[in-house]
């Protein structure tokens, strides 16, 4: 029997692309679930796109009253204002607000290359791990020392792959390159 994977599914680049993803290197029955929490027609077709990138089945959980209660609520009550672009920590900005992908973040950074430098940095930090797990062989037991690095071969490899794949979605559709000229897939 094949394992089950549940993914919180929300249509969007990243969810879509891991689908078959997950099916080709893990074999897995992917189940696709997405929780209305009050986005309107943004639900509307994701079933259809989930299924057709391979997942098995798609749920739409309906918790747009617990939502509210439980965090928007509690959240206006706290004073906070996410509603303002300045306002609005960093890690956020693309939950509460579209914005350009030129915009400027608060160390000078614009949008775009923000998000070109953490898919670098964890393709780079994958790479690291790799490198300080290697410095432990022969003094860890070998059977553990080859299995582990097995994963950390796999995860350096995945990282890369979806280092390029966000980098280059995001370069094509922004037609702005990476400030550093590192090498982006057009």
């Known amino acids: 029997m094949k394992k089950k994977v549940v993914?919180?599914?929300?249509?969007?680049?990243?969810?879509?692309?891991?689908i078959p993803w997950l099916k080709e290197n893990y074999d897995y029955d992917v189940i696709a679930v997405c929780v209305n929490v009050g986005q309107g027609k943004e639900t509307d077709g994701l079933e259809q796109k989930a299924l057709n990138t391979g997942a098995c089945?798609?749920?739409l959980a309906d918790c747009e009253e617990e939502f509210v209660a439980d965090y928007v609520f509690p959240t206006m009550k706290?004073?906070?204002?996410?509603?303002?672009v300045n306002a609005c920590p960093e890690a956020l900005l693309l939950f509460f607000h579209r914005l350009r992908y030129t915009h400027p973040l608060a160390d000078g950074k614009t949008l775009i290359q923000r998000v070109y430098d953490l898919h670098f940095e964890g393709a780079e930090g994958a790479q690291a791990l790799l490198a300080q797990w290697e410095t432990l062989a022969g003094k860890v037991p070998d059977?553990?020392?080859?299995?582990?690095?097995?994963?950390?071969?796999?995860?350096?490899?995945?990282?890369?792959?979806w280092r390029d794949v966000v980098n280059t979605y995001f370069y094509r559709y922004s037609g702005i390159?990476?400030?550093?000229?590192?090498?982006?897939?057009p």
């Not at 993914?7 to 891991?18: E, P």
């Not at 706290?78 to 303002?84: K, P, R």
């Not at 553990?144 to 490899?157: D, H, S, T, Y």
């Open 78 to 84: 706290a004073g906070a204002v996410y509603e303002d």
């Open 7 to 18: 993914l919180a599914y929300s249509g969007g680049l990243d969810t879509t692309v891991i």
């Open 57 to 59: 089945k798609y749920f």
């Open 143 to 161: 059977a553990a020392f080859v299995n582990v690095l097995g994963r950390l071969i796999r995860q350096v490899k995945n990282a890369r792959e």
């Open 177 to 185: 390159a990476d400030e550093q000229g590192r090498v982006i897939y």
